[in-house]
């Protein structure tokens, strides 16, 4: 059977076909994001993955991975997860595979599955305990159907269900505090842009047991509509402003690893917003003001105490 070559080497985020029958856009920050993942984690992983832009990764028999990979519905990842798990804790009590060829089980789901359909699935195993890491790619809509608002949509955002001078009416669930209300072993937000911090994260949530959840920002050109080459610099500016804090939570309590300068020194979200198409109407024609302070205010307001 043909495979693809191994994600480790020759996965680079701006791949644009990566073999037959598994494809992502070019400058894509989700495929970043999960190639740094998986040089930490190497290749004893099961990944358990939701329907989603990272499910053509590996379509039957392909596969960019050398480790293993499994396919389910949007709500389903987590309970996936405690099957796999506990079939490989049977297997290795049993003495049918050695302890060392025991694997770390992954979830990885975008965040319409993580924000949304799967949030109850993954709050079961969070109360369960379940020992897996769970990486969220954080592309800020469905990106796999045409971009349509998910839970994780910023305000006014354009996506193909919210159009309109003012975008989308919701605001970004907050499921960094959702999830921490669980109290898991260890929950952290991520960035492709600053891979030092993020590099750190991983190291430090594959050497801890139960629940490890990741939530990581993925620039989408297609669905925000930028040019591929402005990925990483949108993620730096998503750092900078603060509009994407770098966060960690252990042990009850929340530290950020990066804490951006002083309001009156760190640039504007204007500087974030306008790289980016689906933004674009807040400043067409008329700047929308009102919306640029609302969304400004929300931000200084986060960081207005730490
Ligand atoms: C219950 C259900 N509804 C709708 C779909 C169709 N669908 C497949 S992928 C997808 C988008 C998933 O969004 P997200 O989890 O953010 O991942 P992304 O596509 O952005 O990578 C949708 C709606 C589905 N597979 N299952
Ligand atoms: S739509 Fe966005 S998240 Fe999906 S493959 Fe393309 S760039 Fe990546
Ligand atoms: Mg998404």
Redesign the pocket.
């Known amino acids: 059977m043909k495979q693809n070559p191994c994600i480790k080497d020759h996965l680079i985020p701006t791949s644009h076909l990566l073999g037959s029958g598994t494809a992502t856009c070019s400058g894509c920050g989700?495929l970043a994001d999960i190639k740094l993942f998986y040089e930490i984690l190497g290749e004893k992983t099961v990944f358990v993955n939701?329907?989603?832009?990272?499910?053509l990764l590996t379509v039957y028999p392909f596969t960019p991975f050398s480790g293993s990979w499994i396919y389910t519905?949007?709500?389903s990842a987590p309970a996936g997860a405690q099957g796999v798990r506990d079939a490989l804790d049977l297997l290795v009590q049993k003495g049918r595979i050695p302890a060392e060829e025991n694997l770390q089980v992954v979830v990885l789901?975008?965040?319409?599955?993580?924000?949304?359909?799967?949030l109850s699935a993954t709050s079961g195993a969070m109360e369960r305990g379940l020992d897996f890491i769970y990486i969220?790619?954080?592309?800020?809509?469905?990106?796999?159907?045409g971009?349509?608002f998910?839970a994780?949509t910023p305000h006014a955002a354009a996506t193909a269900t919210s159009k309109g001078m003012s975008g989308h009416q919701g605001y970004k669930k907050d499921l960094f505090s959702i999830w921490a209300a669980h109290k898991p072993s260890y929950l952290a937000t991520v960035s492709g842009a600053d891979p030092q911090d993020m590099v750190r994260k991983i190291k430090k949530a594959k050497d801890l047991s139960g629940p490890r959840m990741f939530i990581a920002l993925?620039p989408?050109p297609t669905?925000w509509h930028f040019d591929a080459s402005q990925t990483v610099a949108i993620g730096k500016m998503a750092i900078k402003t603060g509009i994407w804090p770098l966060k960690e939570y252990e042990n009850e309590t929340v530290t950020h690893s990066r804490i951006p300068k002083a309001k009156d020194k760190r640039p504007l979200v204007d500087e974030y917003l306008k790289m980016q198409g689906r933004f674009a109407h807040l400043f067409a024609g008329e700047r929308n003001d009102k919306l640029l302070a609302e969304i400004q205010n929300r931000v200084d307001a986060y960081w207005q105490d730490i």
């Open positions: 989700a939701a329907a989603g832009c990272m499910t519905a949007m709500a789901t975008g965040d319409g599955s993580a924000y949304g359909m799967g969220c790619y954080d592309n800020e809509g469905y990106g796999n159907t971009h349509q998910s994780a993925a989408c669905g």
